[in-house]
């Protein structure tokens, strides 16, 4: 019999048993004082004791099962959020945070029925047994918003927190008005003394950090509110380049508050927003329009998302997110969700114009459809009498910089004609790039040897081209320019597992690689190759093709399993851009009909940038 089978008997064995302790337990008990005539009350206690301890450690053995079953990923010094479920389809908020920096945030917990399930998912996602919080935020006394919290402090030591973050009234501010809360608050001020010292009171206008993260108070209890969810805890936080608004319960009154204070500030539009009391009679449309987000979560049941009573507002706050654009709804009842915290640019090559195309109308046109920066192909500008090749090519470029800081689209990143022993055309492109204000500059990896043969050892490849590169590196770090190899499709140089560890021969800060999905795909490499390179690529050149040449077709004109693609893209850990080399299209058609194509490849973009977070 399979081990997993064993463990499953088992499992059920121990919860019937433990399930039964006390009628057991009490029936004996009985049994024992009826012949003694007697209270033995120690040994019903300690049976009890002893049956809930055996219950409480299959309980957690089950939830442990679950989480690893989920595949739940240790993301420490990542910029992730995670929205957990609830194991009991209950309503409640629970969220737990990491940060590229080491740090630990835990948002509400949700109802006590959950504290097991967040206990495991916590160690988890912290790859420790004994797991460390360093922020817990509260944002209002209500059971399925703090009991998680208050558990864990009278029951779970294995879990340490330095700060709690929460603005709670006295417990008779309530009393007559929401017996949830007083029961909330009376417990909170109870179990006190254990944390005293570690409170924080939050109030509006705060701004301070937990590590990387950011946080803006927008709005804590008000006492001219008397309904206890508009004491919700309204706050923006800012990590990894990504803005994520939580909510808490916020209800009309204090959502109306918050946009009539800030709606000029520019503050409340986010890329993440926590829907207010569960998507559910919570702040009005006016809130979610001004947040105009790309991202919802919903800490959603199934019975309130599929409003199952019929007395409920989801469908019309779901109908509200349609209208709005959301483009990505994430609902608990559907599991937990983990979102890396970055912000991907939609950038594409220039290379989408033909030689000599006025780069100033590449940045306008660019910059009218919606691209979110540029790719600078310096190997669409080496004709003669080209401003790249002539003398004042850094005056040309920095013209150019300035007509991209006026229109509003960077530069972000650029590519160098020929391969990386290219000679004075690698050093203009570095110089020139830094010029425009790009961050990265792609150089083709040497991929001939000196007689020009394709070199295919990847011994001779790496030695090359570590030696091509260093030649370089001193030039990029003086210019501030990450040089990036690729893989492109001759010999050694077509297995991205080689560029990457050629990455790692030469250490150093200023070269990293880029993976072109293309290039592999036609080479005979599935995307999920990047699951086998030694380092993480630090750019993408993302184009489709039918896997017999190299088509740099928009994403879902060839045959890539685009999937394939994100999924790698998450388990691998990357976060840089969405560079488009999907050039082809646009190249070969009429000027007319290029802005058609370029705002097709765009929506195709912006499809694969959504799942990459």
Known sequence: MKLKSLIGIFLVFALIISACAPAFAYGNSAAQSDASGGDDSGVLSFIKELFERISAFFRGLKTRIEVRREGVKNTMNQNTIHMLKSA????????????EDGKVIAVDGGHYTDTEYFVQYLKAVTGSDKPHIDA????????????????????????????VYANFPETAFYEGADEWAVQVLTDYYRLLPRFEGKTAELTEGDVFNVGAADFTVFYTFNPEFKRCNSASTIMRMDLGGTSVMFTGDAWIDSGNYVVEKYANSGLLDCDICKM?????????????EAVSPRICLWPTPSWVWENTNGNLT??????????????????????????????PRIVTTTDVFEDGYPADRAIDRLAALGYEGIDMGFDYWTFEGSPFMGDDYLGWAQSLREHADETGIPYTHAHSPGEANSGDVVGRSIEAAAVLGAKYCVVHPVWRDEKGDIIKSKSKFISVNAEAISEWLPKAEECGVILLSENVLWGASADPRIVADLVKEVDSPWFGWCFDVGHAWCSGYKPDILKKCSVVPLSLHIQDNDGGGDGHLIPGDGTIDWDLFIRTLKDVGYTGDCV??????????????????????????????????
């Open 88 to 99: 009991t389809d209950t309503i409640g908020d629970s969220f737990i945070i990491t940060t």
């Open 136 to 163: 817990w935020f509260l944002s209002h006394p209500h059971d399925d918003h703090c009991e998680v919290f208050l558990d864990v402090v009278e029951n779970r030591s294995e879990v340490s927190f330095d700060k």
């Open 276 to 288: 207010a009391h569960h998507g559910n009679d919570g702040v009005d449309r006016t809130f979610y």
């Open 314 to 343: 989801t469908p019309e706050v779901r109908a509200w997110m349609d209208e709005i654009g959301v483009e990505k709804n994430y609902v608990a009842k559907d599991g937990s969700r983990m979102l890396r915290l970055f912000n």
């Open 580 to 613: 488009m080399e999907a050039h082809h299209q646009s190249l070969v058609a009429p000027d007319e009909e290029r802005d058609a194509i370029l705002a097709r490849l765009l929506t195709e973009s912006e499809k694969l940038r959504i799942e990459m977070i």
